[in-house]
């Protein structure tokens, strides 16, 4: 059961409790078949839909309807009704917020009445349900001050409400209420959590698929002029590097496909960037220095692959802007902190893209740092180039020992 959905069983069933002392006889069944049926997770329109007849019969009126507030909150739709013409149905639809008596209800919390049905009847060419409807009520479905819906009931000019059904309704109310607004929430989460996977999904995708295109657009300019001038032995080079980095991409596009991530290094996150340094080291002119002193930390899984990726976009960024002609890589691990520098000589990143959101890459960089609860720097390095720096908390392991090692 999730969190939500257990405050509305919670929340409902005190709803509940509190109104059924002033519940009109017979009414209680309704209001613990209601609120059973909204425990137990029950659709809510189909829920509206069920109970409403009942409703309508024990307040003795002729029709009603429910009506929910729209997302952007200027408009409110008929989603159920029992009692209406065909014609007022289509007209009752889609009214504005504050249109007569359910938008008093709406604005004040409160049940409302109307002793006329004029501004209803405005709304069509037929007489209000055959002329026989004076009096309508509306009740607010509301929590917390934020009034998501509105019910209406609809009287002759001779029926009042039974001793009693005003409290119920206001129990309904209350209840539906509760449950519109978790509803709403359990939305937003969902939309949150889809957001989130697609946004992780996107970063897979650049951090391996996308950074290997990058390196093959890099290369085949190379392959054509090799081509062009007749140097068999650098165009069987760039051929080479070209058909490498394409297989790559195509295990990692069918990774992505069949697990929804990019694949991890079963050795480990040293040898992952051992891997990495190696390869950054054989496709471009950079040299780069690797210190490794990483043993004294132990990472989770899900913690390796953000910092790998991290670090891989790190370099690829050093390839593809930098035009550097050394390069640093450190990664240190010390009293609980993952501490990984990455610097070059380079011509350094444009000004712009040292700022938030201006470079994707690094918009997907900072976002795995906030993922693992750590920080991550972008700047300028003394003596020109750039310098990343990664800080990440993590539990320690074994001694506090750091061993340096080259590759």
Same mark, same amino acid.
């Given at each position: 059961m999730s969190d939500l959905h257990a405050s509305t069983v919670a929340g409902v069933a005190g709803a509940a409790s509190a109104a059924q002392a002033g519940a009109a006889p017979g009414a209680s069944d309704i209001l613990l078949d209601l609120t059973a049926g909204l425990a137990a997770g029950d659709d809510l329109r189909e829920v509206l839909g069920r109970f409403l007849q009942p409703i309508v019969q024990v307040a003795g009126a002729q029709a009603g309807a429910v009506?929910?507030?729209?997302?952007?909150? &200027?408009?409110?739709?008929?989603?159920?009704?029992?009692g209406l013409s065909a014609v007022v149905r289509e007209a009752e639809r889609s009214v504005e917020h504050d249109c007569g008596v359910c938008g008093v209800a709406r604005s004040g919390d409160e049940l409302a009445w109307s002793d006329e049905s004029t501004p209803c009847a405005r709304r069509h060419d037929a007489r209000f349900l055959g002329g026989a409807i004076r009096r309508v009520l509306a009740v607010p479905l509301g929590h917390r001050g934020r009034v998501l819906g509105v019910l209406n009931l609809f009287f002759d000019a001779d029926r009042e409400p039974p001793n009693g059904v005003p409290a119920l309704l206001r129990a309904i109310g209350d209840l539906l209420g509760l449950a519109l607004d978790n509803s709403r929430l359990e939305r937003e989460h969902l939309r949150?959590?889809?957001?989130?996977?697609?946004? &992780?999904i996107a970063a897979d995708v650049h951090d391996s698929i996308g950074q290997s295109l990058a390196y093959v657009k890099m290369r085949l300019p190379l392959l054509h002029d090799a081509i062009d001038e007749g140097d068999r032995g650098a165009a069987e080079r760039y051929y080479t590097d070209v058909r490498e980095a394409v297989g790559q991409a195509h295990a990692s596009l069918?990774?992505?496909?069949t697990q929804m991530r990019a694949p991890r290094d079963p050795l480990g996150l040293?040898?992952?960037l051992a891997a990495s340094a190696a390869a950054f080291r054989a496709r471009g002119t950079t040299a780069l220095e690797f210190v490794d002193e990483l043993r004294d930390l132990q990472l989770e899984p899900d913690q390796e692959e953000q910092v790998f990726?991290?670090?891989?976009?790190?370099?690829?960024?050093?390839?593809?802007?930098a035009a550097a002609r050394h390069a640093w890589l450190h990664v240190v691990g010390e009293r609980g902190v993952l501490r990984v520098l990455v610097q070059d000589?380079?011509?350094?990143?444009?000004?712009?893209?040292?700022?938030?959101g201006a470079h994707y890459g690094l918009a997907i960089m900072r976002e795995r740092a906030r993922r693992l609860g750590g920080t991550l720097e972008v700047g300028r390095r003394a003596g020109g180039g750039t310098r990343v720096c990664l800080q990440v908390p993590c539990a320690p392991h074994g001694t506090q020992a750091a061993v340096e090692g080259r590759v």
């Open positions: 009506r929910l507030v729209h997302s952007h909150e &200027a408009t409110m739709h008929l989603i159920g009704e029992v949150a959590a889809v957001a989130g996977e697609r946004q &992780a069918r990774a992505v496909l040293a040898h992952a990726h991290i670090v891989q976009e790190a370099l690829a960024n050093i390839t593809r802007h000589d380079g011509s350094g990143l444009p000004a712009l893209s040292l700022g938030e």
